[in-house]
């Protein structure tokens, strides 16, 4: 790898791990386009790390107080009352799916790196996952599922809880407009950890997964997004820390190129990956993600037709 090859990767992983268009699947399209050579996994976890930096740089004081909500309701009771513990708790429930997915499937997802078609496959499943959470999560959020159909009337004051409620989605609030917004649960959390679980496949987005299964719950898409980066913390910071011990003989015997390179790919992902996360929280206020769904079918066909070329021309 060389130090272009270290910029472009940094950049892709940096927009693409928050973008839901698969960050693990750029990673293994981009060198089969142009003929380069896989990257290996140590420098896939290292530009993961500068993207789990971003995220603390744009989300620091949250973290610092669903932290601070934790500790604090070990030993004080009340505090287990807070939102921000109560989004603690959620965030570890859910990482809990991806841990053991990472632990159990670790050998042979590492195998799919060198096989873009299963990417192309997995990038249509990603698509697919994007467009099933906002139809959901629209119809929820207007009334229309079927949730909803057995639910008597309210009057439309703003924070009043909907009577009745879902068994799967749980409490509902009811805004001045109409709209419902659905409030987070175990159950959904744990859904939503699932859902990242999947992301180990290259080609399954984990922050598009992640809000699309919180979305086909009824979750408002600013908070499924805001969750999802929140719950991407510790995933990541758990596979870095899982290939720093089983690489860092590798990386720091070799020539000084290869951490001149890792230095480069860190500082790009980080940022692209601030520019990423701003870009994605702004346009999420007002879009729904379908526009990104369109794109992996898209790049799934690039990846079937490019395949088509090379074996037949």
Known sequence: ?????????????????????SSSGHLVVFPYFFNWDYIPLY??????????AAVVTVFYREIYRIIKAVVLAVFIRSQRSSNNFK?????ILASIPAAAAGFFLDDYVESLFSRPLMVALFLVITALILWLGEKRGNRIETGHGRDFKNQPDRHPDSGKKEAGGSRLIGEIDVADNGTKKVKFSLFIAFMVGAGQALAIFPGISRSGATISFA????????????????????VILGSF??????S??????NNTLMVQNLLVGFVCSYLSGLFAIKFIVYLTRKKNLNIFALYCVCLAAAIFIFFMIRKFI
């Open 1 to 21: 790898m060389n130090i272009l090859q270290s910029i472009v990767f940094g950049i892709i992983q940096g927009i693409t791990e928050f973008f839901p268009i």
């Open 43 to 52: 420098y896939t976890v290292t530009v993961h790390f500068a993207t789990l």
């Open 87 to 91: 989004i603690g708790i959620f965030i």
């Open 215 to 234: 979305r086909f719950f009824g979750i408002n898409r600013s908070e499924a997004v805001r969750f999802s980066f929140l719950l991407s913390i510790p």
């Open 241 to 246: 820390l899982f290939e720093l011990c089983r």
């Open 248 to 253: 860092y003989r590798i990386v720091f015997e």
